[in-house]
């Protein structure tokens, strides 16, 4: 994997982002950063128990409360066509398993405090299973269900690694190759890494030869260590000033909030129309916007369109690998902002999107603050069916996944079927080279289908208001369909109809 290349500089010109600051916000936001801070990597020595991060310790307590959950699990499968050495596959993954610590992690307990052990090199194993079935749809059906089992079998996070590997064989040049993982361990920058790790260790031992891989300069729970002794009083400062008194959002949901989450999710999925794109890239250019800021302006209006609500705080997540020594590692790495819009004076959108545009560099200069000692800072009133101070996520990311390539045989991403919800309601932004999607995950314990599409579709009519009446304010606006004015008003027919 390479990182582009941006150096430090100004951040605006004349009210637009520079071309390097544009790149630099993009790679972060998709789980690639170009890493600014250099020195001497951030090794201690490591203390008998080895400590968790803090994005671990909560993920653990997560974990405890609801063991097994499949909420944090973070599989990766790919259907592989072609001639594959199976056992130079299962000598690659255990090669792979040495080379990155968290791999072979165990998170066992003492005095009721988690820590990390690391497992010996050498005890990670290939489980190579085979389907079959009377035809062709039977052995599909055989291979779905299996790679599925693969996928979300639990962890034992105290007993056991929170990775394994799962080859699932449906015909001599026919496989699915499964990585389990939990979240605790990986993240994904991670899962890139560990493609392109696999795919050279692999391409090593069916050549007989060293693998070609960068060296290594710390591991990840050298990292953990420095995070838990470094000082960080003045991010911590910003971030006590910059939340207090937050609002929490409160959307209104279609069914009572359970006591505790399922975790289960659901997806309403929205593509842009091509036009639109090409809009809203030329309104980027004006504004001096991202796209990922430009869909968040919109967002966040349609979120205090629905709540009443101006204090419109939602969460966000980067890859937070700000230092060099991080970029080759596998770990759990990416951290979580508050994105904190002020609607109360009714902007227009065009004032909203400078806004925005300052709001977002803003929480990226201040990103490396474990979102966990924020929430300790503001001492929010705890709730287990509630995330800390926000409830609502917005992330951006690439429209496909990954693929791989094993010798001769070539992967594709093969579906789990796995849609859980960690937060009440998710936009993903997903804009690749042909087409531009928005994602809204949620939880259906909460709402029901219809209520999310009206949300997606006061959006994208706010997208579209934002590109055509710039100077407008918010309150000129009317994201409403005919139909749902009409039921508001109570007219005859469903909103939305």
């Known amino acids: ?48 128990r080895i400590p968790l991060s803090a994005a671990q ?31 130079a596959l299962t000598a690659a993954v255990a090669d792979l398993a040495a080379r990155h610590e968290q791999l072979r992690v165990v998170f066992p307990e003492h005095e009721g405090v988690p820590h990390q052990r690391v497992l010996p090199a050498g005890g990670t194993v290939l489980d190579v299973t085979e389907v079959t079935g009377e035809d062709a749809e039977d052995r599909e059906r055989r291979l779905a269900a299996a790679v599925h ?48 790790d696999l795919t050279e260790l692999y391409r090593a031992r069916t050549r007989g030869r060293a693998a070609e891989l960068p060296e290594l300069p710390l591991e990840y729970t ?19 000033t910059r939340l207090a008194g937050l609002t929490p959002l409160e959307l209104p949901a279609d069914h009572p909030r359970p006591e505790t989450p399922s975790g289960r999710g659901a997806v309403h999925l929205v593509t842009l129309p091509s036009a639109l794109t090409r809009e809203l890239t030329a309104l980027g250019r004006r504004a001096g916007t991202t796209p990922y800021m430009t869909v968040l302006a919109a967002f966040q209006a349609a979120l205090a369109f629905h709540t009443g609500q101006h204090d419109v705080a939602v969460g ?30 009714d902007p227009a959108p065009a004032t909203l999107l400078t806004r925005t545009r300052d709001l977002v560099l803003e929480a990226f200069q201040h990103q490396s603050l474990p979102f966990e000692r924020v929430v300790d800072a503001l001492s929010p009133d705890r709730d287990l069916a509630r995330n800390p101070l926000v409830q609502v996520l917005y992330t951006q990311s690439g429209a496909t996944a990954p693929g791989i390539v094993l010798g001769g045989a070539s992967g594709t991403p093969y579906p789990i079927g796995l849609t859980t919800a960690k937060f009440d309601l998710t936009l993903d932004l997903r804009d690749g080279d042909d087409r531009t999607e928005l994602a809204f995950v949620y939880r259906p314990d909460l709402f029901e289908e ?29 994201p409403l369909t005919p139909a749902e004015r009409g039921h508001l008003l109570g007219a005859e027919g469903p909103a939305g109809a």
């Open 57 to 87: 310790q909560r993920l653990y307590f997560l974990d405890r409360i609801d063991p097994g959950a499949p909420t944090y699990l973070l599989p990766a499968a790919w259907r592989l066509n072609g001639a594959l050495d199976v056992p």
């Open 1 to 48: 994997m390479t990182t582009p290349d941006v150096r430090p500089g100004p951040v605006t010109t004349g009210g637009t982002l520079t071309p390097a600051a544009r790149r630099l916000l993009e790679q972060r936001l998709r789980g690639r950063s170009a890493a600014r801070e250099t020195g001497s990597a951030p090794v201690r020595p490591r203390p008998e």
């Open 450 to 478: 219809a209520t999310v599409a009206a949300l997606a579709r006061h959006t994208v009519t706010l997208l579209e208001a934002f590109c055509a009446t710039p100077d407008t304010p918010l309150s000129g606006i009317d």
């Open 316 to 345: 966000t997540v980067v890859a937070n690998r700000e230092r060099v020594e991080t970029e080759q590692l596998v770990g759990f790495f990416v951290n979580t902002l508050v994105l904190r819009g002020d609607l109360s004076d």
């Open 222 to 240: 050298d990292y953990a260590i420095w995070q838990r002794e470094s000082d960080q009083t003045a991010a911590l400062e910003h971030w006590r």
């Open 149 to 196: 089992a693969a996928a979300l079998r639990p962890f034992d996070l105290g007993r056991e690694p929170a990775f394994r590997a799962t080859l699932v064989r449906a015909a001599a040049d026919d496989h699915v190759l499964v990585l389990g993982m939990h979240h605790i361990v990986s993240d994904g920058w991670s899962l890139d890494l560990l493609v392109r």
